[in-house]
């Protein structure tokens, strides 16, 4: 019973992706990856010149790793990582989970939190922090909370300035387009 209950969100995630990508024809070529877990069914949506590694996700231990067609992981302009976390042991809240992260990062970048006012199409908490150190690259972590001790991570890692505006705006269309689901 639990497959067919996985199967049939699968489908219907399947079917609101394909309607939202759609709804969004203004944004170009939109592409909806699905990536399923254990407990969960994501589908990250990103404009057409991004493709995922499933191999590089295996091996870095992450649920999903994007970068840009026409390079590989190793060298692309900007990676996008996807985590998701269920944490139905945690003690703590959503917001201080993030407040933890931006203390420990904190030792070794620059942290800042953006009031980047994101809208999601399912209405998901969204913080977002940027973090920065002496070198090129520039790093924004998305952590959405999709309902109680269950959220994901988006992080995107932009190496070289003069893509900037552009994959900045890539990452704000993955966090309006983009939906999570628990299985349980």
């Known amino acids: 019973m639990l497959f067919k209950n996985k199967i ?4 219907i995630i399947f079917l609101l992706s394909l309607n939202m990508c759609r709804q969004n024809k203004r944004d170009f070529d939109l592409l909806s990856f699905m990536i399923y877990g254990n407990d969960f069914i994501a589908s990250v949506v990103l404009p057409n010149r991004w493709t995922m590694d499933i191999t590089s996700s295996q091996e870095s231990n992450v649920d999903g790793h994007f970068y840009l067609k026409g390079y590989d ?7 996008l990582v996807f985590n998701e976390f269920n944490d139905t042991n945690a003690e703590i809240g959503f917001e201080e989970r993030v407040d933890e992260d931006i203390n420990y990062f904190s030792e070794f970048y620059s942290c800042s939190i953006l009031d980047w006012n994101i809208k999601n199409n399912k ?4 913080i977002i922090y940027s973090l920065k150190n002496d070198n090129e690259s520039l790093m924004y972590s998305a952590n959405i909370k ?3 001790k269950y959220f994901v991570n988006l992080w995107i890692t932009i190496i070289y300035e003069n893509k900037y505006d552009e994959i900045i705006k890539d990452f704000i269309r993955c966090l309006e387009n983009s939906e999570f689901t628990k299985i349980e």
């Open 123 to 126: 209405n998901y908490k969204i």
């Open 146 to 148: 999709v309902e109680e």
């Open 73 to 79: 992981i190793t060298n692309s302009p900007a990676i």
């Open 8 to 11: 049939f969100a699968g489908i």
